[in-house]
Each structure stands twice: as C-alpha cells, then as structure tokens.
C-alpha cells in the first residue's frame, strides 16, 4: 500500500511535468521576500510558513534517519533526482555550503525521489562528491511537506523546528546563501 502510495505520487508529479525542472532562467518560485538593498535576507522576511513535519527516512544503507535528529540545527531540505538537471545544477552549491556552514549548524538534506533506489542514488552520490546526508523520499514525506508538484523543491527550517523558506527550481547559491545566513546568525 506505501509503495502504491509512493508510486502514485511520483507519477502525478511526472504528469505535472516537473516543472521546476527548468533552466535556471525559468526563475524559481520562492516564498521569501525580495533581498533588502544591502544584499542580506532579514530573519524578519523570512516568516514561519508552518511547522516542519516529523518524518523517518531510510539512508542510502537502509538505516532510519530522522528528523528529531537536527533538532537544533538549521536544516535544508532538498526534494529531488538524480535524472532532474535543476536539481543536479545545484548539487555543487549544496555540498560548498555543507562544508562552508556545517560547523555552524547547519544540515543539508537530500531526499532522493529517484525511483532506481539506492544503489543508484548511492553511484551518483559517490561520483558528484556529497557531503551531506542523503535519505530516500516516499509518499508520507511528500505529502507532510505539502505542495510539491515539482523537483527540485527545497524547505530551509530553522532552529525551532519551522519551515521558512519553500523554493521550487534552482537558485544561484549565492543567493539562498543569504537565506541560510539569516537564520544561522
């Protein structure tokens, strides 16, 4: 039943045509507000959307992880694919902003939709060089989050355990930099 479940929800994403799964061009929808003029993003603009859901999903070796583990940290989110270009654009930026911040508490989380599995999404992880915890996505955790209907979609949580910032499509780094920043400091 979890795996119809899951499978259902993967094939209405792919009728939605994934359409996050644009160039970057295609400028990504985002819920936080616009830059200040300095450059920086407020914690102020960056409102509690809703609390983050709880959830427990299975690493790349099968092991649980979950969410109560980062309570504390400032954790990103990552809904994606190894097959989707957007998402695998911003994997680079990712993995720069694990080891630049990671110290500082933040998390970086890859939830894999692929549906080869783990030995896929494992080969892939391996190639690109990812540092940070990648678990493997189903229905329940899809449907917690809330709307997605495209990948890559991307939650920024802070140290409350709140959902701040919800991006679909790719981002410069720099720039949801400036997001993570506002809730690390």
Avoid: H
Avoid at 80 to 109: F, H, M, N, S
Avoid at 137 to 142: K, L, P, R, V, Y
Avoid at 150 to 176: Q, S
């Amino acid at each position: 039943m979890k795996t119809n479940r899951f499978l259902s929800s993967l094939t209405a994403l792919a009728l939605l045509g994934f359409a996050a799964c644009q160039p970057r061009e295609a400028a990504a929808e985002n819920t936080a507000s616009e830059s200040s003029s300095s450059g920086a993003v407020a914690t102020a603009s960056l409102p509690v959307i809703q609390p983050a859901p709880d959830w427990t999903l299975p690493d790349l070796d099968g092991r649980p992880v979950n969410s109560a583990q980062f309570a504390g940290k400032v954790v990103v989110v990552d809904f994606w694919a190894t097959w989707c270009p957007p998402c695998r654009e911003e994997i680079p930026g990712y993995i720069a902003l694990q080891e630049k911040y990671g110290k500082d508490g933040l998390v970086i989380i890859g939830v894999s939709l692929d549906r080869g599995g783990p030995a896929k999404v494992r080969d892939f992880a391996k190639k690109f060089g990812i540092n940070y915890p990648l678990v493997m996505g189903d229905s329940e955790a899809i449907a917690g989050f809330g709307d997605i209907s495209a990948i890559p979609t991307t939650f920024l949580i802070d140290r409350e355990g709140n959902i701040r910032d919800r991006k679909v499509g790719a981002l410069a780094t720099a720039e949801y930099e400036k997001r993570i920043l506002a809730l690390l400091k």
